[in-house]
């Protein structure tokens, strides 16, 4: 994100705006600013979405499941992308430290006894109580319309649902998950391209809407897909920071500390004891970033939603005050209206 804005800078520029004292409110003490924090947040959530603003909304490199770690604990039917041949994979039961493949210095070979190779479909024989399978071989089995793959090393008789021999193969979704680990939140996503289309010539857009999953991007099965989304809109929500409370994740606050540390919402990434603040303990929390870009609409727009609810004297100084939200989002889409009409035309389907 480019050049942010301090929350401070918001509270005070709206409290003069609306005749308040500014220095009450930049601490966090004043009983205005829990609305002004509302008001300040509702605003910044039309804004955010109010165009495909390229300073909120990036391109970014994406595989359809999240990278196999070694010391996770995987249950049956978990998919994972194995970053070394480029492919998905799912369990066939529960494993361990058990990598989906293995390298011999030529060819990736799938590790059977755990894994197999995920594809959007399948294809199988019927499943012959009477025929001997060895690990790897798959079988389809009409009384539950399912297919499944063994591995165990060999099986006669054995049925299909005996989970001691086989696992239950599930069609591969090529899908986009809103929140990854490691990755950007999204709630709206704009396209998806089968190359970086920043740099690379071979970029071909792909089809691409949103589901309740996420970003769906049919076809054959890509390591990776680059997709133009837009971050997730952050809220402020954060009470003035106790140096007496301890915090847990996920936690916001403001915090305000003159002169280094000017009035922000900050977001706690680590649980924390008492007395550890932004100022002392920074790699606990995560500052919120306002894209400064939004700031000039930010303080105009909250003054005229504080004004609809005050005084007969303030409320006539609304049109005043929406006529300046109206100025600075109007120049700010001027402004990056040739930006982003240079980006590819959107193509945005949902379902």
Request: proline letters at 5%; aromatic letters at 12%; hydrophobic letters at 35%.
């Amino acid at each position: 994100m480019p050049q942010t804005v301090d929350y401070e800078d918001l509270l005070r520029g709206t409290a003069l705006a609306v005749g308040l004292n500014p220095d009450d409110l930049a601490g966090g003490a004043d009983g205005d600013f829990a609305n002004l924090r509302l008001l300040h947040g509702q605003r910044l959530d039309q804004v955010w979405i109010h165009r495909e603003w390229p300073f909120v909304c990036p391109t970014e490199r994406r595989a359809f499941r999240d990278p196999y770690v070694a010391l996770t604990a995987y249950a049956a039917g978990a998919e994972v992308i194995y970053v070394g041949p480029g492919k998905y994979y799912q369990t066939l039961r529960s494993a361990t430290g058990q990598a989906p493949a293995t390298w011999d210095g030529t060819t990736w070979t799938t590790n059977l006894a755990y894994w197999a190779e995920s594809a959007l479909t399948y294809s199988a024989q019927e499943y012959s109580a009477s025929a001997a399978y060895v690990r790897g071989q798959q079988v389809y089995y009409s009384p539950t319309g399912a297919y499944y793959q063994l591995h165990a090393a060999t099986s006669t008789g054995n049925l299909p649902t005996d989970t001691s021999y086989w696992g239950v193969l599930t069609a591969f979704d090529p899908y986009i998950d809103y929140e990854q680990a490691g990755q950007t939140a999204f709630d709206h996503a704009f396209r998806a391209w089968s190359h970086n289309p920043h740099t690379d010539r071979r970029a071909v857009q792909l089809d691409a809407w949103l589901t309740h999953r996420g970003l769906q991007v049919p076809g054959a099965l890509r390591p990776a897909v680059w997709v133009d989304l837009r971050e997730r809109c952050p809220q402020l929500t954060g009470e003035v920071y106790s140096a007496t409370t301890a915090y847990a994740e996920g936690d916001q606050v403001y915090f305000r500390e003159m002169p280094s540390y000017r009035g922000n919402f900050y977001t706690c990434a680590t649980a924390t004891t008492a007395g550890e603040s932004p100022a002392n303990t920074a790699a606990k929390w995560t500052l919120v970033e306002i894209p400064n870009d939004f700031a000039r609409y930010l303080i105009h727009a909250a003054a005229a939603g504080y004004l609809t609810t005050g005084t007969e004297a303030e409320r006539a100084d609304y049109a005043r005050e929406a006529r300046e939200a109206q100025s600075a989002l109007d120049q700010l889409t001027l402004l990056h209206a040739g930006q982003c009409a240079a980006r590819p035309k959107t193509r945005y389907r949902t379902r």
